[in-house]
């Protein structure tokens, strides 16, 4: 039985690597919690595993594109669409992010939710990342939430989310929860709702 769950653990333990290296993300996963909780998210396995090659893939394409790139913008992948996050006053920079998403193999949608006119500065991130933790937390503390189907982003008080709802109730508390945290200014929703 265990051989069956090694290529698996090491794919997804690679790419976990890649990911982190190339976004400077210092967090450590066991490889085994990581398989548990791809096992028990709506995209499964094999849908986890995909989305995490298409994230290290457009997070490579971005660090050989320049550290301005990827210190502005942000990718998270669900189900082969790609919500692109961030602040900048260079136009430039969004566009080449869409260009580059577009050049990986497997995603199926780029949605563009990088705010031009303003960048970001580091009180705004450190508020962004508190806003992040606490609507994550409103929802996983949620009996009525599968709060794993969910990636939450905060860019300038506006929150982001993108993933599965279980349905149109679920989705619509996960949106009243990020609207409910003190200083967000917005919450933007690509989540999809699950057809039963």
């Given at each position: 039985m265990t051989r069956l769950f090694t290529?698996?653990?090491?794919?997804?333990?690679?790419?976990?690597?890649?990911?982190?290296?190339?976004?400077?993300?210092?967090?450590?996963?066991?490889?085994?919690?990581?398989?548990?909780?791809a096992a028990v998210q709506e995209r499964g396995l094999r849908g986890r595993a995909s989305d995490l090659k298409i994230e290290a893939q457009v997070l490579e394409k971005f660090f050989k594109a320049g550290f301005k790139l990827t210190s502005t913008i942000g990718a998270e992948v669900y189900e082969g669409r790609v919500l692109l996050t961030g602040a900048s006053t260079?136009?430039?920079?969004?566009?080449?992010?869409?260009?580059?998403?577009?050049q990986v193999d497997g995603v199926k949608a780029v949605i563009n939710e990088i705010?031009?006119?303003?960048?970001?500065?580091?009180?705004?991130?450190?508020?962004?990342?508190?806003?992040?933790?606490?609507?994550?937390?409103?929802?996983?503390?949620?009996?009525?939430?599968?709060?794993?189907?969910?990636?939450?982003?905060?860019v300038n008080r506006t929150v982001y989310l993108i993933g599965i709802a279980q349905n149109e109730a679920e989705h619509k508390r996960a949106k009243q929860h990020a609207a409910s945290v003190k200083f967000v200014r917005n919450v933007i929703s690509h989540v999809r709702v699950k057809n039963y």
């Open positions: 290529a698996p653990v090491l794919l997804l333990t690679s790419m976990i690597a890649l990911s982190s290296i190339l976004s400077g993300c210092t967090a450590v996963v066991g490889a085994g919690a990581t398989v548990g909780v260079d136009t430039k920079i969004a566009d080449e992010a869409v260009k580059l998403v577009w705010q031009i006119g303003k960048n970001s500065g580091i009180s705004d991130i450190a508020q962004d990342s508190w806003i992040t933790a606490q609507v994550k937390s409103k929802m996983t503390f949620d009996e009525d939430i599968f709060s794993i189907n969910y990636v939450v982003e905060t």
